[in-house]
């Protein structure tokens, strides 16, 4: 079928006149005229017919027009979609986290950001830093928020976001709650350790080495931030923990801090993307610009 032609059409039955209709589509009325007439032809049926000094739609006329309606209303609403998604309004973002961002950074991010863009499909996988790295490099993230300094030759491009406070917490009534100890006092304590690949436990190794003291006891491994806070809260070991993470644990007294002295123990936040020359879709540059 000639979708030209059966737009002109649909133009002459909407207005109920040729004249209009050419008005409508600048065109001329001769040309109106042909269109159809090369419609019919096509179809094999009659579709507009002369009624005293104008013209009528045939039953088949309507019919076509019904349905041929309903085709440009389904293209008014591709366009419409199309003109959102080049705005962000619609898409999919795809974030890979570790730990920390994903629990305390991301949730106020994500709702700011859903209530500007609601049709957006959200996607958050968490891990600890070289996961994620790996998730976006394999094209599994769009972006990657992760705590490591330590970089290689990998094509990432990084944005600082925020710094964080780390805390060494103790059980609630251990001796060394609320007091000042030094950091080779503090290592003898059983600790509870992330998996290799954690950013908090390289931190924890690097503070070690940099200090000259021996590497902590591992008491326990876990591979999640929570469940190490909830050990320490149920009464065992020693971790270093973000700030964010424990504040509200050591404010209401159920778990101790442990202050070192001439110590105090930051970590940079980075929003990471590739390294490549590939334009981000709509919905994850407006995300990215949100943050940033």
């Given at each position: 079928m000639n979708l030209h032609a059966l737009r002109i059409?649909?133009?002459?039955?909407?207005?109920?006149?040729?004249?209009?209709a050419a008005a409508a589509l600048s065109i001329?009325?001769?040309?109106?005229?042909?269109?159809?007439?090369?419609?019919?032809?096509?179809?094999?049926?009659?579709?507009?017919?002369?009624?005293?000094?104008g013209i009528a739609i045939t039953s088949e006329g309507k019919f076509l027009y019904e349905r041929a309606r309903r085709i440009y209303d389904i293209e008014q609403e591709i366009e419409k979609q199309l003109e959102a998604l080049k705005h962000g309004e619609y898409g999919k973002l795809r974030i890979a986290s570790t730990?920390?961002?994903?629990?305390?950074?991301?949730?106020s991010w994500l709702a700011a950001y859903k209530k500007q863009f609601e049709h957006v499909d959200v996607e958050v996988r968490t891990g600890n830093s070289q996961?994620?790295?790996?998730?976006?490099?394999?094209?599994?993230?769009?972006?990657?928020?992760?705590?490591?300094?330590?970089?290689?030759?990998?094509?990432i491009r990084r944005?600082?976001?925020?710094?964080?406070?780390?805390?060494?917490?103790?059980?609630?009534?251990?001796?060394?709650?609320?007091?000042e100890v030094s950091l080779s006092e503090l290592v003898q304590e059983p600790f509870l350790l992330?998996?290799?690949?954690?950013s908090t436990r390289e931190l924890l190794v690097a503070l070690c080495r940099e200090h000259g003291v021996n590497?902590?006891?591992v008491g326990l491994r876990y591979h999640g931030l929570v469940e190490s806070i909830q050990s320490v809260r149920a009464g065992y070991g020693t971790m270093l923990a973000p700030e964010l993470a424990v504040r509200e644990w050591v404010e209401r007294g159920e778990v101790g801090r442990v202050f070192l002295p001439g110590i105090?123990?930051?970590?940079?936040?980075?929003?990471?993307?590739?390294?490549?020359?590939?334009?981000?879709?709509?919905?994850?540059?407006?995300?990215?610009?949100?943050?940033?």
């Open positions: 059409f649909s133009e002459v039955a909407a207005r109920g006149s040729v004249t209009a001329s009325q001769p040309a109106v005229t042909a269109q159809i007439r090369k419609l019919e032809s096509e179809l094999g049926i009659s579709l507009v017919e002369a009624r005293g000094r730990y920390m961002p994903s629990h305390y950074l991301l949730p996961q994620s790295i790996e998730r976006l490099l394999h094209y599994q993230a769009d972006l990657a928020i992760i705590t490591n300094e330590s970089w290689d030759s990998r094509p944005h600082h976001i925020a710094t964080l406070a780390y805390w060494f917490i103790v059980p609630a009534g251990h001796p060394f709650a609320g007091k992330r998996e290799q690949g954690s590497q902590p006891r105090e123990i930051t970590r940079p936040v980075y929003l990471c993307q590739r390294d490549e020359d590939s334009p981000l879709s709509p919905a994850v540059s407006r995300f990215l610009q949100m943050i940033l």
